[in-house]
């Protein structure tokens, strides 16, 4: 019943605490995907009736997804999904959370962490790696 009472500023303020993106490259294509996810940890059926509530309050489809280490669900937006979702919030995210939206993201240039090894010493660097 709570759902029924979030706005889009409600739902912007959750993703802002409980929401990220997750960012995969294809083995095969190079190809960098981004899914928005919202933390909810939470049982089977509480999964079910928040995905739902996506569904049929703002035709946004979402998918379960289960985390093995606190043993319950969160909630994941496909790629084409979360720019609907995005589309929903954006207006409503503070420019301190931006970074976790996905057009904030730069599919092209992506941040990796490398071990270069000096000697006997094994230094942690960033790089940018173009994809």
Known sequence: KILNYLTPEGIAWWYMDDGGISKSVSNYTDRVFVEMRISTYCS????????????????????????????????????????????????????????KLPSFYNPRVQSTLTTIVEGDEIVWATTKKKL
């Open 44 to 99: 089977l059926e509480e999964i079910e009736n928040i995905i739902s509530y996506f569904q049929l309050s703002w035709g946004i489809t979402a998918k379960k997804r289960f985390a093995k280490k606190t043993s319950s669900y969160y909630l994941a937006f496909s790629q084409l999904e979360s720019l609907k979702f995005e589309q929903l919030i954006e207006k409503f995210i503070l420019p301190e959370f931006r970074y």
